[in-house]
Nanobody, 126 residues
Framework: QARVEESGGGLVQSGDSLRLSCVAR????????IGWFRQAPGKQREGVLC????????YCSDSVKGRFTISRDDAEETVYLQMNSLEVGDTAVYYC???????????????????WGQGTQVTVSS
């Protein structure tokens, strides 16, 4: 069964960096759009933070642009989220999602057709 697994979370201090990994299990990432999302305590899951297209395109939302970058290594079936200058407000469970490239990557598609991982906790202390 196709699934993704996140790793790399942890407890860090404000200003530190972390790199999260999203590994594909049971399928090849090459034809998928991969998105990173997060859900802070007591809040709804945010829209896509960063995404990586099968064509090599990348996007990061304004909320994290300049601090977070996304990259992919299709040979390793892994997508990375490099997070720099972490802030307390970045504390959340981070999820990745793999969406077949045939689908337009809107919120409905991520939820209806994408494969969510179990998430990895990132905690940033002041």
């Amino acid at each position: 069964q196709a699934r993704v697994e996140e790793s790399g979370g942890g407890l860090v201090q404000s200003g530190d960096s972390l790199r999260l990994s999203c590994v594909a299990r049971g399928f090849s990432l090459g034809s998928f759009t991969i998105g990173w999302f997060r859900q802070a305590p007591g809040k709804q899951r945010e829209g896509v933070l960063c995404k990586s297209g099968s064509d090599g395109s990348t996007y990061c939302s304004d909320s994290v642009k300049g601090r977070f970058t996304i990259s992919r290594d299709d040979a390793e079936e892994t997508v990375y989220l490099q997070m720099n200058s972490l802030e307390v407000g970045d504390t959340a469970v981070y999820y990745c999602n793999a969406l077949d490239e045939d689908y337009y990557d809107d919120e409905e598609s991520w939820n209806k057709y994408g494969a969510w991982g179990q998430g990895t906790q990132v905690t940033v202390s002041s």
